[in-house]
């Protein structure tokens, strides 16, 4: 009597793109919602400027100048701006292992902006890269590297997360 075996065939670069794809949802999200901060803040900025009173919606304008507030606004839009960069970054473990490239574009076809990012892995673990690109709320993730290198850049990434 003879018994079966079971195998089971691992696909890592599949589970590289399932895990980046996942990320990016997430960062993507947090991306748009950081969007809109700034958007509101530009607004409100436009608002201060054509000197509409503003003090019943946001009460805290009754304490500063107008110069004042113009130049918060213009902080507050600069610094939501530049979270909604970071927040495609990889986690504290995974930074370490990756260089991340973001890059944004306007389109004239799109309300949202469209964003490329490249994750380079480091080279004394495996030649990967990983490019996430968005299209209006459309994600497309690409991985290039061969077999050998995604299977390390993944056992490399179950590890590092289960330290977290």
Not at 29 to 54: S, T
Not at 118 to 129: D, G, I, T
Not at 131 to 155: F, M, P, Q, Y
């Given at each position: 009597?003879?018994?079966?075996?079971?195998?089971?065939?691992?696909?890592?670069?599949?589970?590289?793109?399932?895990?980046?794809?996942?990320?990016?949802?997430?960062?993507?999200?947090?991306?748009?919602?950081?969007?809109?901060?700034?958007?509101?803040?530009?607004?409100?900025?436009?608002?201060?400027?054509?000197?509409?009173?503003?003090?019943?919606?946001?009460?805290?304008?009754?304490?500063?100048?107008?110069?004042?507030?113009?130049?918060?606004?213009?902080?507050?839009?600069?610094?939501?701006?530049?979270?909604?960069?970071?927040?495609?970054?990889?986690?504290?473990?995974?930074?370490?292992?990756?260089?991340?490239?973001?890059?944004?574009?306007?389109?004239?076809?799109?309300?949202?902006?469209?964003?490329?990012?490249?994750?380079?892995?480091?080279?004394?673990?495996?030649?990967?890269?990983?490019?996430?690109?968005?299209?209006?709320?459309?994600?497309?993730?690409?991985?290039?590297?061969?077999?050998?290198?995604?299977?390390?850049?993944?056992?490399?990434?179950v590890i590092q997360n289960l330290k977290i």
């Amino acid at each position: 009597m003879t018994t079966s075996t079971a195998t089971t065939e691992f696909d890592a670069r599949e589970a590289l793109r399932q895990f980046f794809e996942a990320n990016a949802l997430t960062a993507f999200n947090n991306c748009i919602e950081l969007l809109k901060q700034r958007d509101f803040y530009m607004h409100a900025l436009y608002k201060i400027e054509q000197g509409v009173d503003l003090e019943n919606e946001l009460p805290e304008l009754k304490l500063v100048k107008k110069t004042t507030a113009k130049s918060i606004c213009k902080q507050l839009a600069k610094n939501a701006e530049k979270k909604a960069i970071e927040a495609w970054g990889l986690n504290m473990n995974l930074a370490k292992t990756f260089q991340t490239n973001a890059k944004v574009f306007a389109e004239e076809f799109s309300l949202l902006p469209v964003f490329e990012i490249v994750y380079r892995s480091q080279k004394k673990y495996s030649a990967v890269n990983v490019i996430v690109k968005t299209c209006r709320r459309n994600l497309k993730v690409e991985i290039e590297g061969g077999d050998l290198d995604c299977e390390n850049l993944h056992a490399l990434i179950v590890i590092q997360n289960l330290k977290i």
